[in-house]
């Protein structure tokens, strides 16, 4: 697609749900990042994929968050057992390759809601 | 570890006048990517600098990064009201995760 592409845009649970955010990256795109932001303050690294291979996962924040990206295309964001504390902007962006020269492209995100 | 301190956190100008917003970073960078946010919507790239000394423009927004890589400044011209929004700088400290300042959030009065 043209640009990455996250949806639902917003998603309101109530707590103790799960709840799966999903990414449609770049066409092309090698590397995928997922990235938390709260209000006020810039996005958070939570994980990032090269192919469909899970790079580093040091940002997820406990074993409730998982990601993966199968085909190496889509990738789902996945919070189990969801608490308020996780309510935030979900980010996603791509790059067409790791490296520093190329930059990463985010997409709309998604506002997650958690009552 | 690495953090980023932008400044100011606000800003408020009258239409035309110019203004900066600074990044500055407690480690060397290997990237500096200035993004910019409007409320609702994604972070738009706006450019991307990774040598000392480089200095990049588009439009009316003018980009530096110092020689020894570790302060950016990015400089509008001229601002018009479609220039409002947060201005956020992102740095690459190796790893290719970035992590993020926390914005400045930038008002253009009519």
């Known amino acids: 697609g043209a640009g990455v592409s996250q949806s639902p845009r917003y998603k309101v649970t109530k707590r103790g749900q799960d709840v799966a955010l999903r990414c449609d990256p770049i066409?092309?795109?090698?590397?995928l990042y997922w990235y938390r932001q709260a209000l006020g303050q810039g996005p958070e690294f939570l994980t990032y994929?090269?192919?469909?291979?899970?790079?580093?996962k040091s940002g997820l924040p406990n074993d409730r968050f998982s990601a993966e990206r199968p085909e190496g295309s889509i990738s789902t964001l996945t919070i189990q057992r969801t608490e308020q504390r996780d309510s935030a902007m979900y980010r996603c962006?791509?790059?067409?390759?790791?490296?520093?020269?190329?930059?990463?492209?985010f997409g709309d995100g998604t506002r997650l809601s958690i009552l | 570890s690495q953090e980023l301190e932008q400044s100011p956190q606000s800003l408020i100008v009258q239409e035309g006048k110019n203004l900066t917003i600074n990044c500055t970073s407690s480690k060397t960078l290997y990237g500096l990517y200035w993004y910019k946010q409007k409320y609702g919507e994604g972070l738009i790239f706006l450019m991307m600098l990774q040598k000392g000394g480089e200095e990049k423009s588009h439009e009316k927004i003018t980009a530096k990064l110092d020689e020894k890589k570790q302060q950016s400044s990015l400089h509008i011209t001229a601002s018009q009201p479609s220039h409002a929004g947060i201005y956020l700088c992102g740095a690459d400290s190796g790893t290719y995760k970035y992590i993020f300042g926390t914005g400045t959030r930038l008002k253009v009065l009519a």
């Open positions: 066409s092309g795109h090698v590397s």
């Open positions: 994929f090269n192919y469909e291979a899970q790079q580093d």
């Open positions: 962006a791509s790059s067409l390759r790791p490296s520093q020269d190329q930059p990463q492209h």
